[in-house]
Every structure is written in C-alpha cells, then in structure tokens.
C-alpha cells in the first residue's frame, strides 16, 4: 500500500482525498458521537459539529489545490526550488527578485496548507531532506537496511517493543506489513546515528512520515533532515538534553506570552512539560488530529524548529479564558487534552500560533536555548551523580 505509487492521474488523487464525510442521518438530528476515517486512515470520533468542521476545512483544501495547480500552470513545475536567493554577482538581480518572490509567495501559500498530494514532493523539497539524499549513492537506504538486517541492540529491542504500540488499530500501521516498514526505517536511521539511536517518540513521527511519503526510503531521508537539520540538537540523544532545554524555553516563552496563564498555572503549581514534552518530542503526532499535525508539520519543514513554540503557545492561548478557572493540575490537563484532540481546524490553530502569539525569529530562540543549556546540563550531571551514588551504596 504505502511502498511504491504508480502513475495516477493527480487531480483525482487529490479529489478522492478530499472526500465529504457523511455521517448518517440519525447522527445528523440526535448529535450522536460518530466515528470516521481520516484522509490517513486514522479513525476520528467527534460529534457532527466536528465533521461540519472537516468537511469546511476540506473544501478550503480544494480551493487551496486549485492555487497550487494555478501557480505550477503559470511559474512551471517544481517552482518552489526556486526560492533561495544565492550570493555573489553571477547572480542577475531579476533573478534575485524572483527568487525572493518566489520565497514570499511559498511562505504564505505553506501556512495555508499543502495539497495532499502535493505534499510528499513538497517536503522533499523545501525540507532539504532531497539535498541530503542527493550527497550519498542512490542505493544507500537500500544498503543500510541490508547491513543491519538481523542485528541486534538495545535500539532495536526498544523498536520492536514500540512497534504495536504505534497508532494501534491504524488500517496499514497496524499490521505486519506496516510494522516491518516502520521498524526498517527506525532501525536503519538509529544504525546511521548512533548517537541518538532511538528514542521513544521517534515511532511516531516515523510512522506518519510514512503515511505521507508513501515510501520507506523518502521516509527514512525525511526523517534524516528533521533530526539532523531541522530540530535542536540532543532533542532524542539518551539524556534527552536538548527536549530539557526546549522545555525550559518554552516556560519562558509562556510567561512573556501569555502571562496570565503562567501565573495562574504556577499557583497551581502546575509544570506544563507534562503535557508540552510529549508534543515536542512526537511533533503533535499523538495529540493533534493528523491533518491538523500535518499542516503544523508542513510550516515545520520550511520555517524551522521556532514552529513548535508557535503552535504549543497557541493551544495555551486558545484556551486562555478556560485555564485561568482551573482548580487543580488534573483539571488542567484536561482542558489541555480535550482541546488538542478536537482541533480539526488547522487554520484557527495557525491563525492564532502566528497572528496573536507574534513571531519569534530562530536567533531569539537559540539565545534563549544557549541561556538555558548550562543549568539543564548541571542538573542533568547531578542526577547521573546521584543515580551512580544510590547504585554504589546497593553493592
């Protein structure tokens, strides 16, 4: 199903995808909780104003296909490559004007959404991970799999272990086949790097990077990119360094952003990397709708890193009014896990994560990651000191 993809006629592709959903006629009047399938074939339960809610999204995502294809009509095929503007004078300055056009028009047209179908091609592209690929033979995933087909480490004990536990009951994940894909490019990548190897939270970002680029190979070089160039360093090495410092940046970016949140929260004495880590760490896989974690994911691959701050102080803000009522940290995580599990509308998420939070450059936040990186390592030395202490004391 997701290993190879012949040659199909786009446009249809791109309009099956894009289905309305029907829910039947005796859960349109009664309002009943109905289940459904995604356009990744994740089963959904909402109640029917959560479908009126998709199927306005979808017909926005066919209007926003129709932008796409206008714009391959009229700038040619693949124009998006064009968008870097390069240095030194061989470079005519129409050709710079173009480029810097092309880099504007990309930027709006991504954070409203790439077509399905455009997607893995897109990604591709503007993520760099076609870039990576190209610096190595072009059977190099093939070989890799091949070299570690059969070996054994405490990586690949821990993938096959997670293995089920991925989006269990998911039509293609969940099966042998769907397994067998994802644990080969999981344990492909943590041979390639074994100073992260695998981490826990990987899986799913794998397994849905899979559903997107349909092959294992596109996969594998997608998630190569994202860890390698597009997420902070040390975010899945064995101490989790790097997912320690996001966390404390993100409890800056709260109190500057949404003060009263951060008040009240702190009265409560709530620590919010209960919940943000696990969204850092899978990308939102786990607690987003996957269309609405597709489009987070599509302004990801362009813009950078800075996205998931963005987005993680939106579904705060979104709730804002709800929050600053809370009793107690259960009622918090609630709130916090009702509202990411029924965000079927990406726009609204995206409109407030860019429009309300405001931006924040790349630069700002690796001064506030470097402001923070000496006091995570100094905690982190005194846990392994304390952990080595309490082993000597057992002997």
């Known amino acids: 199903m997701y290993g190879t993809k012949g040659k199909i006629d786009l446009a249809f592709e791109y309009q099956s995808q894009a289905s309305i959903l029907r829910p039947s006629i005796h859960s349109r009047r009664a309002n009943l909780t109905v289940k459904f399938q995604d356009l990744y074939g994740f089963t959904v339960e909402g109640n029917v104003d959560d479908v009126n809610v998709l199927n306005e999204v979808r017909e926005k995502v066919r209007q926003q296909g129709r932008v796409w294809w206008a714009l391959e009509a009229n700038k040619g095929v693949n124009w998006y490559l064009h968008t870097t503007i390069g240095q030194g004078s061989a470079l005519t300055s129409?050709?710079?004007?173009?480029?810097?056009?092309?880099?504007?028009?990309?930027?709006?047209?991504?954070r409203k959404g790439i077509p399905p179908v455009l997607r893995p091609k897109v990604w591709f592209s503007v993520s760099g991970a076609a870039k990576k690929k190209s610096t190595v033979p072009d059977s190099y995933y093939d070989d890799l799999t091949k070299a570690v087909e059969g070996k054994v480490t405490p990586a690949t004990r821990q993938i096959d272990h997670d293995l089920p536990r991925t989006f269990p009951g998911h039509a293609w994940l969940d099966t042998p086949e769907g397994h067998a894909a994802l644990r080969r490019v999981l344990v492909?990548?943590?041979?390639?790097?074994?100073?992260?190897?695998?981490?826990?939270?990987?899986?799913?970002?794998?397994?849905?990077?899979?559903?997107?680029?349909?092959?294992?190979?596109?996969?594998?070089?997608?998630?190569?990119?994202?860890?390698?160039n597009v997420l902070v360093n040390d975010c899945y090495t064995n101490n989790l360094s790097g997912c320690h410092v996001e966390q404390r940046v993100f409890k800056d970016l709260l109190i500057k952003k949404c003060p009263r949140i951060a008040t009240h929260l702190e009265g409560l004495e709530f620590d919010v990397s209960l919940v943000t880590t696990e969204w850092f760490l899978c990308l939102f896989s786990k607690s987003l709708p996957s269309e609405t974690t597709l489009r987070v994911w599509d302004v990801i691959f362009y813009e950078g890193a800075k996205v998931i701050f963005n987005v993680a102080l939106a579904i705060f803000k979104m709730k804002e009014d709800q929050l600053i009522?809370?009793?107690?940290?259960?009622?918090?995580?609630?709130?916090?896990?009702?509202?990411?599990?029924?965000?079927?509308?990406?726009?609204?998420?995206?409109?407030?994560?860019?429009?309300?939070?405001?931006?924040?450059?790349?630069?700002?936040?690796?001064?506030?990651?470097?402001?923070?990186?000496?006091?995570v390592m100094k905690e982190l030395d005194q846990r392994i000191r304390r952990l080595n202490s309490l082993k000597a004391e057992d002997k």
Request: glycine share 4%.
């Open 94 to 110: 129409s050709l710079k004007f173009s480029a810097l056009a092309n880099a504007i028009t990309l930027k709006k047209l991504i």
């Open 188 to 228: 492909a990548y943590s041979f390639r790097d074994s100073e992260v190897g695998y981490c826990q939270g990987l899986n799913y970002v794998a397994a849905l990077l899979l559903l997107v680029m349909k092959t294992e190979e596109d996969a594998f070089w997608m998630l190569a990119v994202l860890l390698e």
């Open 325 to 375: 009522i809370t009793h107690h940290v259960g009622e918090v995580i609630n709130v916090l896990h009702t509202t990411t599990h029924h965000l079927f509308d990406p726009d609204d998420l995206l409109t407030v994560a860019f429009d309300k939070i405001g931006s924040m450059t790349t630069n700002t936040i690796s001064k506030q990651r470097k402001k923070q990186e000496p006091e």
